[in-house]
Every structure is written in C-alpha cells, then in structure tokens.
C-alpha cells in the first residue's frame, strides 16, 4: 500500500520556521514530480512548491518564493519544504503530493497521491 506520512507541521510565531518532511512507502517516486500544496478554511486548495524528479527544477508559488524551499532526497523516497520567515497567511493544512506519471505538479488534478495533510498555524 502506497502511504505518504508528513510530519513537521505545528503552531509558530510569525518570523518562526519550520520544516515539513514526508515519507513515502509502498512505491518509489523517484521519477515523478513531488511537492506540498496547502489548503486554508474557505479557499481552494494550491500548489505551493514543486519539484521535479531529479530535483533539477523547482516551482514556488510567488507568494512564498524566496522564503521556502522544496527538496528531495530520492534514496530516501522523501520530500520536504523548509518554510522560512512564515507569515500568518501561511496558516493552511499543507498536504505532500507525488504527481502522476510524465506530469508536472502545478494543480490538483496532477496529483496521484496525497499526504494525510499537517497543520501549520503561524501567529501575529
């Protein structure tokens, strides 16, 4: 059984990081696009970061470029957003996503697999 398992997520400050991992069992990824959207109460839910198979190419949405930042580590079969200088704009449910075969990861209709979600909620 294919399982994605995010951790990291938690209640911060604004100005505070934090750092999601996810784990995938069940099936290797390594040659899918992986990456986080994240879904706030009332809003639909967005790509956040993405990031190609090999890790060569990477997607950020503007509103958090120069702030997170997406990796892989394909021995590990993970991915993981390292999420800088959070804003409380940035409170959602953030949610892993391996794309599906031969397709980028820039909507939610391109993904294959979902994480279960983690919270991240970032005070004023």
């Known amino acids: 059984q294919v399982q994605l398992v995010e951790s990291g997520g938690g209640l911060v400050q604004a100005g505070d990081s934090l750092r999601l991992s996810c784990a995938a069992s069940?099936?290797?990824?390594?040659?899918?696009?992986m990456g986080w959207f994240r879904q706030a109460p009332g809003k639909e839910r967005e790509v956040v970061s993405a990031?190609?198979?090999?890790?060569?190419?990477?997607y950020y949405a503007g509103s958090v470029k120069g702030r997170f930042t997406v990796s892989r580590d394909n021995a590990k079969n993970a991915v993981y957003l390292q999420m800088n200088s959070l804003k409380p704009e940035d409170t959602a449910v953030y949610y892993c996503?391996?794309?599906?075969?031969?397709?980028?990861?820039?909507?939610?209709?391109?993904?294959?697999?979902w994480g279960q979600g983690t919270q991240v909620t970032v005070s004023s």
């Open positions: 996503a391996v794309a599906r075969y031969m397709r980028p990861l820039g909507h939610a209709n391109d993904v294959d697999y």
């Open positions: 069940g099936c290797s990824f390594s040659s899918r696009a």
């Open positions: 990031i190609t198979s090999s890790g060569g190419s990477t």
